[in-house]
């Protein structure tokens, strides 16, 4: 069982930055493949980042490429999302996921645990 808790979320203006947490507990962190997804009200909940169990690897939804920046830290059992340039259209709750043994899969239905999500707003 993995408890994942999300952190870092807030409010900040179009073209700004922020830098979003994912704690992780429990399970071996290393045989996770790890994600970050986000809902917009009336929205489904969509794909935004993805990295490899080793770190090694990351692919990213259009939407973000070249603005955010997914990493991990094996040791800490973390990882993270680096969102620069942001626009209001980034405005959802943003979710970490971790799926057994995964890699480069942006199907909700591969992660087996969820965090709790963290709320960006950005204003324009």
């Known amino acids: 069982q993995v408890h994942l808790v999300e952190s870092g979320g807030g409010l900040v203006q179009a073209g700004g930055s922020l830098r979003l947490s994912c704690a992780a507990s429990g399970g071996t962190f290393s045989r996770y493949g790890m994600a970050w997804f986000r809902q917009a009200p009336g929205k489904e909940r969509e794909f935004v980042a993805g990295?490899?169990?080793?770190?090694?690897?990351?692919y990213y939804a259009d939407s973000v490429k070249g603005r955010f920046t997914i990493s991990r830290d094996n040791a800490k059992m973390t990882v993270r999302l680096q969102m620069n340039s942001l626009k209001p259209e980034d405005t959802a709750v943003y979710y970490c996921?971790?799926?057994?043994?995964?890699?480069?899969?942006?199907?909700?239905?591969?992660?087996?645990?969820w965090g709790q999500g963290t709320q960006v707003t950005v204003s324009s």
């Open positions: 990295i490899t169990r080793s770190g090694l690897g990351s």
């Open positions: 996921a971790a799926g057994q043994y995964v890699s480069y899969t942006s199907n909700t239905n591969d992660y087996n645990y």
